[in-house]
């Protein structure tokens, strides 16, 4: 079992910056790869970014050059870092993380950013 918990989502202006932490806790040693997935109102739950354990990272067009992901093995931590955020970037985000062919999932931080 894999346990995860988000912070840092909150209100931002557009052009402003926020970071998301993820703190994994449990099985922690099993953990292949991590992500942030994101879900507007209306719409479906979709990929932001994903760091695997061996440092691959992959991210979704619409935040390529403004997000970057990253881990602190040490404090079984990830981050994502959002430049540059846009009124469409609001949503709820979701760390993921896959783990001995199962799927977690933190309980979401909202973002929002709006003037």
């Known amino acids: 079992q894999v346990q995860l918990v988000e912070s840092g989502g909150g209100l931002v202006q557009p052009g402003g910056s926020l970071r998301l932490s993820c703190a994994a806790s449990?099985?922690?040693?099993?953990?292949?790869?991590m992500g942030w997935y994101r879900q507007a109102p209306g719409k479906q739950r979709e990929l932001v970014a994903a760091?695997?354990?061996?440092?691959?990272?992959n991210y979704a067009d619409s935040v390529k050059g403004r997000f970057t992901i990253s881990r602190d093995n040490a404090k079984n931590t990830v981050y994502l870092q959002m430049n540059s955020l846009k009124p469409e970037d609001t949503a709820v985000y979701y760390c993921?993380?896959?783990?001995?062919?199962?799927?977690?999932w933190g309980q979401g931080t909202q973002v929002t950013v709006s003037s």
């Open positions: 993921n993380a896959v783990a001995d062919e199962e799927v977690y």
């Open positions: 449990g099985s922690i040693f099993s953990i292949y790869a």
């Open positions: 760091i695997t354990s061996g440092g691959s990272t």
